[in-house]
């Protein structure tokens, strides 16, 4: 649906997209993520056409968007951090107007709005003037906006900016329903929130992707392998012998108890034979040991990433390697 091939975008001697690459298919709802100036607001505005590549190529349901850019731009629905929204008129009245720009057919234009306004769940305020709406109320409005002319894209930047946790609950769940029928970028701040609503994530940091895949994936890779949390009824001595000679387990490492008279230990695994970090699941080895030594498990769970601690790595790492397309480059 969108791919996007060694992008660049430069600013005088500054680049702000550096050969950027990347495909999403159609029906995904994609997490784009960056630090502040990394260029991620740069590659949507180029998305959308508001802004072109100095290099590179932009294809949109397999058209370039420099060869095709009126019929790409009907094809996408874009929601900006602040919505440009028009503060005196009604609801209904600006709907109306953006259809008008947008080439919804007169004929068809007062069911369309109806239809998206019940969507968002705005209907109840289509008479009253946008000044006067909620933070919320807005953010609905700007997402309607970018609905009308059924786009099969839409790029939604700071959807939850400044909204309280109902609100933020409310678009969320919006969000999700959208992405039955549309393609969806995503990009937040707010890293719970794109963790909640996206499958896949793209992490930009200073003009390359430095990320893309799930994070689930990601973390796996950037831990190097499965780790296993535990905590037992035991000595550090008796962990030690019981599961020193399991072949899977690469490392086992003691950690400060959060319960007294038990210990606590991480258990990695060995990679595979070909030496990647694909998971493996050493939880039977680890039960099967620890029952021989009557070792009693209090605990035994998966240690994860939060994407919260992925985005850091990936970005605030100086000697990280770059992570894409679910391999390590």
Known sequence: MIEVTNLVRRYGPHIAVDHASFKIEKGEIVGFLGPNGAGKSTTMNILTGYLSSTEGTVKIDGQDILEY???????????????????????????????????????????????????????????????????GYKQRVGLAQAMIGDPQVLILDEPTAGLDPKQILEIRDLIIELGKDH?????????????????????????????????????????????????????????????????????????????????????EAAHSLSGSAEKTDIRRDLSRALAAADIPILMMRPLDLSLEEIFLKVTTKEDAETVVSGEEK
């Open 183 to 267: 393609t969806i970028i995503l990009s937040s701040h707010i890293l719970p929130e794109v963790s909640a609503v996206c499958k896949r994530v793209l992490i930009i940091n200073q003009g390359r992707i430095v990320a893309d895949d799930t994070p689930e994936s990601l973390a796996l890779r950037i831990l190097g392998g499965s780790h296993i949390h535990l905590r037992l009824d035991a000595s550090e001595e008796a962990v030690s012998k019981a599961l020193g000679k399991i072949s899977s387990i690469k490392e086992l490492r003691f950690q400060e108890s959060q319960e007294p008279g038990t210990v606590e230990a991480i258990a």
């Open 69 to 135: 850019p009126t019929e790409i731009k009907r094809k996408i629905g874009y929601l900006p951090e602040n919505p440009p929204l028009y503060q005196d008129m009604t609801v209904n009245e600006y709907l109306s107007f953006v259809a008008e720009i947008k080439g919804v057919p007169k004929a068809e234009k007062k069911e369309r709005l109806k239809t998206i306004m019940e969507t968002v769940g705005i209907s109840d305020v289509s008479k009253r003037l946008i000044k006067n709406l909620s933070k």
